[in-house]
């Protein structure tokens, strides 16, 4: 699984509040991603990055910001939590093409 | 919008049968993946075919691959109850700096009755 944990794994928040998420990796490789879920739009790239403060937005960005100061950690940051947001997050990192995912969390915005 | 889609959006066969799923596509790839995702899981690599190749084999899994049609399809043989998930063909976009990406599908619901 390429020792990438996500954390929390679940949470509640009220609309317009922060919320940041949290993924490390274990094994140092260069790529991370966040990805959304929905029923009906399969996978979404939010964010990448590439590096060490490199990072890229994917098509469902908006409303989303991330940081990565670690090799090992990639954090997702929703700055005013809306109801749309309500989903499951995904984190991955990429070993030869190949993508690896965390576990996810499930996050629900009311 | 989305690289790849599958094909059907969901399938139900008796344990024994095999599964079709399909995936079309709509640029130039490097190569094309296939996931797997069990129900409140994250996905799971299956296998990946490069753009040269046209067919690769991963135990009960068959993957096929028509860059002229830009298509994809993956065949589940002697499926398994444990099989019932949902199936994502994924393809990598480049992009100008250098940097890979996955674009997924929608999926494929796969049930596998005992």
């Known amino acids: 699984d390429a020792g990438i944990t996500q954390s929390p794994r679940h949470k509640v928040t009220e609309t317009g509040t922060p919320v940041t998420l949290r993924c490390h990796q274990t094994?140092?490789?260069?790529?991370m991603y966040w990805y959304r879920q929905d029923p009906g739009h399969g996978l979404r790239l939010i964010h990448y990055s590439y590096g060490v403060k490199d990072t890229d937005k994917g098509e469902v960005s908006d409303g989303y910001s991330v940081s990565r100061s670690k090799t090992e950690d990639f954090l997702l940051t929703l700055e005013s939590a809306t109801s749309s947001q309500t989903s499951v997050y995904f984190c991955a990192i990429s070993k030869f093409y190949e993508q690896y995912f965390g576990p996810g969390t499930r996050l629900t915005v009311t | 919008s989305q690289q790849g889609e599958e094909d059907p959006q969901a399938l139900s066969i008796q344990e024994g049968e095999n599964a079709t799923m399909n995936c079309s596509y709509k640029t130039s790839i490097n190569n094309l993946q296939w996931y797997r995702q069990n129900s409140g899981r994250g996905l799971v690599h299956l296998i990946l075919?490069?753009?040269?190749?046209r067919e690769k084999h991963s135990g009960r899994l068959r993957v096929t691959l028509d860059t002229s049609k830009k298509s994809s399809s993956l065949l589940i043989t002697a499926s398994r109850a444990a099989d019932t998930a949902s199936y994502f063909c994924?393809?990598?976009?480049?992009?100008?700096?250098?940097?890979?990406?996955?674009?997924f599908g929608k999926g494929t619901k796969l049930t596998v009755n005992p």
């Open positions: 075919i490069r753009s040269n190749e």
């Open positions: 094994e140092n490789h260069r790529y």
């Open positions: 994924a393809t990598v976009l480049q992009t100008q700096g250098g940097s890979e990406k996955l674009v």
